[in-house]
């Protein structure tokens, strides 16, 4: 589901974890702090990443973290990869987990305690 703000924005999806909203919008993502007041802290982007050695094209589709468990640990499904980041105060790019060919159709991340499992489908029938 999409929210569209008048002026065009699009909010393409959102999650929370511990302190942190967590809003998809095209090809950011804007981090707003939980607690009062309540604003926006900082902005996922291309150009942040960058700054990390990220060397992909930006394009978030999901994230997904565990609110129990390391909530400052992040994953971010960019469609063709699984960014893993840890945003305490700031965001640190971790490492890049390509996706094999052909590129998924559905991605599901499940983030337990000390481990994480990454499932993928395709339309490809081999």
Aim: proline share 7%; charged share 15%.
């Amino acid at each position: 589901m999409n929210f569209a703000y008048p002026d065009g924005t699009v909010i393409t999806g959102f999650t929370t974890l511990e302190k942190y909203l967590y809003v998809i919008i095209g090809a950011t993502v804007d981090v707003w702090i939980l607690e009062d007041p309540f604003n926006k802290v900082f902005t996922i982007n291309q150009a942040l990443l960058a700054a990390q050695g990220y060397t992909g094209t930006f394009a978030p589709k999901k994230i997904y973290g565990n609110k129990q468990q390391n909530p400052s640990l992040i994953f971010i499904d960019n469609g063709d990869s699984l960014i893993i980041a840890d945003v305490y105060d700031v965001l640190t790019l971790l490492t890049v987990i390509p996706y094999s060919d052909p590129t998924p159709t559905s991605v599901t991340v499940a983030v337990g305690p000390r481990a994480f499992f990454l499932v993928t489908a395709t339309n490809d029938p081999a």
